[in-house]
């Protein structure tokens, strides 16, 4: 945990907080505070600061919170994934938010299983409390916004994506690279959609109506990857070639 998280309805008229949950446990067992001592905090959604330790007793922290002026930008990169299997999307949710993530769409698929989307990993609950996880492991504040779309086609016509730069779609099937795709213009300025298809692919018939909405197809290569190893690889490439993972 390299960031103490704190909502804003945690905090009270003098901007202190008491923790007594996990966040209390870590300070008292692995950072071990002297009084005075600041810590790394952050506001959900809001900025960053620094949180000086007023009281250790052996249940509870209390903080006194001094936060920045502005909150960190949101991350560039937008996510539109095949719904996966549940587990595999119950391991993703906290490298989601550590990564950087700002959107992420989860879609139908022709090799989706409907009855993915019955899972509770799709409980607002439950995903923020991993988004959470892999803020305070980033040392971001941001929660990623989550979309679920049960029906592709209906979703790709109505949706305009106005703020997004550069759309681009992994598949086996590309003929170019990432670092090709992104040479054809400049995104250093612009918000990036990634769409990565089910373990069993994107079919033939998916593939053109991305394409007929502006996405550009690459391809990491001839493996065939699981849905896990392919967001975080992805993910992590493009942060690196687009230059910036904040706009």
Known sequence: MNLILITPRELDEAGKVRLTDQRAKHIRSVLKPEIGKELRIGLLNGPLGKGAVEEVSSDSVMLACAFEAEPPPRPSIDLLLAMPRPKVLKRLWAQFAALGVG?????????????????????????????????????????????????????????????????????????????????????????????????????????????????????????????????????????????????
Not at 216 to 226: A, K, N, T
């Open 103 to 247: 959107r992420i769409i989860l879609t139908n698929a022709e090799k989706v299983e409907r009855f993915y989307f019955d899972t509770h990993v799709l409980d607002p609950d439950f995903y923020n409390a991993r988004f959470i996880e892999g803020l305070q492991q980033a040392r971001d504040t941001r929660l990623p916004d989550v979309t679920v779309v049960k029906n592709l086609k209906p979703f790709l016509e109505r949706e305009t994506f106005s703020a997004i730069g550069k759309k681009l779609i992994a598949d086996p099937s590309g003929t170019r690279s990432l670092f090709q795709c992104l040479e054809t213009g400049r995104v250093e300025a612009q918000r990036i959609l990634l769409a990565i298809g089910p373990e069993g692919g994107w079919t033939p018939y998916e593939l053109e109506l991305f394409k007929a909405h502006g996405f550009d197809l690459f391809s990491m290569g001839p493996r065939i990857l699981r849905t896990d190893t392919a967001c975080i690889a992805l993910i992590s490439q493009l942060t690196l070639l687009s230059g910036s993972n904040e706009k």
